[in-house]
């Protein structure tokens, strides 16, 4: 069977940009849940609906794939689901460990959909010797001590670190020095790690504040409103958004807020 170490995905070769790279997987969920329903295919409005961008991008991101659908019938469902998972190496078995089993940790080692996209939690690893051969979500866990030696006789080069943050950066050392080259990172905390390897960071305080900011600014809109601010129609009105200087409506914050430097941000981990 095929293995993360001996394997990398064929995206950057292939030169598919990162931001396309990024938004497959948003694709990949729609498309999962047309396939359940048994819908034979999709048109990109319809797709790039489901997967929450417009549909020239989507049509764009798979010109990379050299799918381009057909005029009057739009994509082939299970055809996109396959390809999509091939370009992102979910044709092939991934096994990953996840080190720091605490609440986190163990609810990342629950997590059921980790098998059906094609990754195998081969470890669990803990630094607590109260832990050691404890089961989760049915597998023992293995204490720190013997990291080096499960990532090589598993193959890993995957790691997921829930660690606290002032383990993290030593725990993320000895995953790089024992193969590792690409690591989830859960811990609140920045890693520094050599060049070739590939860290994914989801800080969850971070999308609460960011959440905060803009349930913050809905608050503030709805007090203006209350307060009676001038109309377009009253002396000192406010500028349209037809105007220059216009004020961004409640949609148009949204549309920026949810982009990055080449469109949409997605979701760290698909649902």
């Known amino acids: 069977m095929a293995t993360g170490r001996t394997h990398r ?3 950057r070769s292939r030169g598919i940009p990162e931001a396309t790279v990024a938004r497959l997987p948003l694709y990949l969920r ?3 849940a047309l396939s359940e329903r048994s819908v034979p295919t999709v048109s990109s409005e ?3 609906a489901a997967a929450g961008v417009n549909s020239a991008k989507l049509r764009k991101d798979f010109s990379y794939l050299g799918s381009y659908g057909t005029r009057g019938v739009g994509y082939d469902v299970e055809y996109l ?13 991934w096994p990953v460990v996840i080190v720091g089993i605490g609440n986190l940790g163990a609810a990342l080692a629950n997590y059921g959909g980790f098998a059906s996209r094609g990754f195998r939690v081969a470890a669990l690893i803990d ?6 051969g404890k089961p989760v979500a049915g597998i023992p866990v293995q204490h720190t001590e013997n990291l080096e030696k499960i990532i090589q006789d598993n193959g890993v080069s995957i790691g997921v ?3 606290p943050a002032g383990a993290a950066q030593q725990v993320a050392d000895r995953l790089v020095a024992a193969g590792v080259t690409s690591i989830l990172n859960f811990a609140p905390t920045v890693l520094n790690v050599p060049d070739g390897v ?6 969850l305080s971070i999308e609460l504040q960011i959440l905060a900011f803009h349930e913050q600014r809905k608050a503030g809109e709805e007090a203006a409103t209350d307060g009676a601010l001038p109309t377009a129609a009253t002396d000192g009105a406010l500028p349209t958004a037809a105007t220059d200087g216009a004020l961004p409506t409640a949609a ?7 982009q990055g430097p080449d469109g949409d941000v997605p979701a760290v981990m698909p649902a």
């Open 252 to 258: 148009t914050r949204k549309e920026s807020a949810d």
């Open 127 to 132: 630094a607590d010797p109260a832990m050691t």
């Open 46 to 48: 319809e797709l790039a």
């Open 161 to 163: 670190i829930a660690t």
């Open 30 to 32: 729609a498309l999962t």
């Open 9 to 11: 995905p064929a995206t």
């Open 198 to 203: 590939d860290v994914r960071k989801v800080d």
């Open 81 to 93: 689901v396959y390809q999509i998972s091939r370009e992102l190496g979910l044709t092939q078995d």
